[in-house]
Nanobody, 120 residues
Framework: QVQVLESGGGLVQAGGSLRLSCAAS????????MGWYRQAPGKQRELVAT???????NYADSVKGRFTISRDNAKNMVYLQMNNLKPGDTAVYYC??????????????WGQGTQVTVSS
């Protein structure tokens, strides 16, 4: 069983910063791609940023230059540093991990989400 737990959300004023953390735990051999997604009220879930096992990153155009994704493979963790936040960034942020097991199979796991609210 794998658990994925996000933390670090909260309320911040426009222009402020937050750092989200996500920890995966369980009988994990290796984590391949890790990523952050978000879902605002009334909207579909959208990709924010992803990072591969060899640290190749990908960002949504709306967050390029403001958000930075990073990971710590030894701790099975992924981070999202969010700077210069805007009210449009308000959403529930979800962590997504592609976990590989000793069997050689891999599965996607989602966290429960953490709320980020940016006030104007």
């Amino acid at each position: 069983q794998v658990q994925v737990l996000e933390s670090g959300g909260g309320l911040v004023q426009a222009g402020g910063s937050l750092r989200l953390s996500c920890a995966a735990s369980g009988s994990i051999l290796r984590i391949n791609r890790m990523g952050w997604y978000r879902q605002a009220p009334g909207k579909q879930r959208e990709l924010v940023a992803t990072i591969s096992s060899d640290d190749n990153t990908n960002y949504a155009d709306s967050v390029k230059g403001r958000f930075t994704i990073s990971r710590d493979n030894a701790k099975n963790m992924v981070y999202l540093q969010m700077n210069n936040l805007k009210p449009g960034d308000t959403a529930v942020y979800y962590c997504n991990t592609d976990v590989m097991f000793s069997s050689g199979r891999s599965y996607l796991y989602w966290g429960q989400g953490t709320q980020v609210t940016v006030s104007s």
